[in-house]
C-alpha cells in the first residue's frame, strides 16, 4: 500500500512540475493574466479539471513559479555577504551570481520582471513578499559587518534594500541585453551594475545618522 502511496504521489509532483514548466514556457510571450489553464492543460497533456488538483487557480501556479524563481538567489546571495572579504571582491561576486541565474534560468527572471507589478495580485505579492524576506536576509548580513558599527536597524534596512533594488534590475537589464543581442551589452550591464554597487558601498562607508548635523555628527564604519 505505502509502494503504491508512493508512486501516486511521485507522479503527483511530476505533473505538478509539468504544469509549472508549461506555463513558464508559454509566459514567454504573454503576461499571466492572459493565459488560461487551458493552454497549460494542453501543453502537458492532461484534462483541464485534472488541473486543481494542484492549483486552486493560475493565480496559485504563478505564486509557486515566483518560489521557483526566486527561493535559489537568496541562499546565494545571502552567503557571499555574509563572507568577510573585501567589498569590491564581494560586489564582483554578487553581479557574477546575478549574471550566472539570468543565463541559467532567464524564462524565471523574465516572468519576475513582468509580473512583478502585472495584475495577478497574488503574484505581485509573493515576489514583493519575496523580495521583503530577501531585504531581510540581506540585512542580517550586513548587519554583521564591522562597517555596519552603530548603525540603526532601519538604516541597515534601507541598505539592504537598496542591495536588493539594484540585483533586481541587474538581473531583468542582463535579461534585455542577452535578448538585443548587442554585442557588448551583457558586459556594460556587469559594469554598470559594479559601479552602481560600489557607490552605494562608498556612500555606506560615509553615512551619517539622520538627524545629525555635521559637526558632532558621527561617520558610520569610521
Given amino acids: 500500500m505505502s509502494h503504491s502511496l508512493g508512486v501516486r504521489q511521485a507522479q503527483k509532483q511530476k505533473t505538478r512540475q509539468a504544469l509549472l514548466d508549461a506555463a513558464l514556457g508559454l509566459l514567454e510571450e504573454q503576461s499571466l493574466s492572459s493565459l488560461g489553464l487551458r493552454e497549460v492543460t ?3 497533456g492532461i484534462a483541464p479539471t485534472a488541473f486543481y488538483r494542484h492549483f486552486r487557480d493560475m493565480g496559485e501556479l504563478g505564486v509557486a513559479l515566483v518560489e521557483e524563481a526566486l527561493g535559489s538567489l537568496h541562499v546565494m546571495v545571502r552567503a ?14 554578487t553581479v557574477a551570481v546575478v549574471e550566472q541565474h539570468v ?6 527572471i523574465r516572468f519576475v520582471a513582468r509580473e512583478r507589478h ?3 495580485r ?8 519575496e523580495l521583503d524576506r530577501f531585504a531581510e536576509e540581506v540585512a542580517a548580513a550586513l548587519k554583521s559587518q564591522p562597517v555596519s558599527e ?11 534594500e537598496l542591495y536588493v533594488d539594484r540585483l533586481v534590475t541587474t538581473a531583468a537589464a ?4 542577452e535578448a538585443d543581442g548587442a554585442e557588448g551589452a551583457a558586459e556594460q550591464v556587469v559594469r554598470v551594475a559594479r559601479r552602481q554597487l560600489r557607490l552605494i558601498s562608498i556612500g555606506r562607508r560615509h553615512w551619517r545618522e539622520e538627524g ?4 558632532g555628527g558621527v561617520v558610520c564604519g569610521e
Fill in 174 to 177: 542582463l535579461l534585455d541585453a
Fill in 122 to 129: 497574488a503574484v505581485r505579492q509573493a515576489i514583493a513578499g
Fill in 42 to 44: 494542453r501543453v502537458v
Fill in 103 to 108: 543565463r541559467q534560468h532567464p524564462l524565471h
Fill in 118 to 120: 502585472g495584475g495577478v
Fill in 212 to 215: 545629525r548635523g555635521e559637526a
Fill in 150 to 160: 552603530g548603525w540603526r536597524d532601519d538604516d541597515v534596512r534601507m541598505l539592504a
Fill in 80 to 93: 557571499i555577504l555574509a563572507e568577510q572579504d573585501a567589498a569590491e571582491e564581494r560586489i564582483d561576486r
